[in-house]
């Protein structure tokens, strides 16, 4: 399955952003979605998770309270809303997708697809 994500962009601290996931060349419902987020110099963390059916969600405790996810399987898109965004949210954020079992999402590297990544860049 190829992942495109989009939707970053320069903003202001306190604002809001929606990030999509767009899939294809698979059925996405068959794909657990995480999104997780890099800056230079550092290792890329886990953000978020959500399962195949959506029913099911892991978040990292930075981003609790600020970050939703959410997909569609039936546009094969994902979604990453971020409430109140802080200079420290500034990062490349990537989708990924992996079709094991969801109790493993939180790691990066049981992940199978990943998308070029979008950046966001928050301003204080």
């Known amino acids: 399955v190829q992942l495109q994500a989009f939707g970053g962009g320069l903003v202001q601290a306190g604002d809001y952003l929606r990030l999509s996931c767009a899939a294809s060349g698979g059925t996405f419902s068959n794909y657990d979605m995480g999104w997780f987020r890099q800056v230079p110099g550092k290792q890329r963390e886990f953000v978020v998770a959500i399962n195949k059916g959506g029913a099911l969600t892991r978040y990292a405790d930075s981003v609790k309270g600020r970050f939703t996810v959410s997909r569609d399987n039936a546009k094969n898109t994902g979604y990453l809303q971020i409430t109140g965004l802080k200079p420290e949210d500034t990062a490349v954020y990537y989708c990924?997708?992996?079709?094991?079992?969801?109790?493993?999402?939180?790691?990066?590297?049981?992940?199978?697809?990943w998308g070029q990544g979008t950046e966001v860049t928050v301003s204080s």
């Open positions: 990924a997708a992996r079709s094991s079992w969801f109790g493993g999402a939180t790691t990066r590297d049981t992940y199978d697809y």
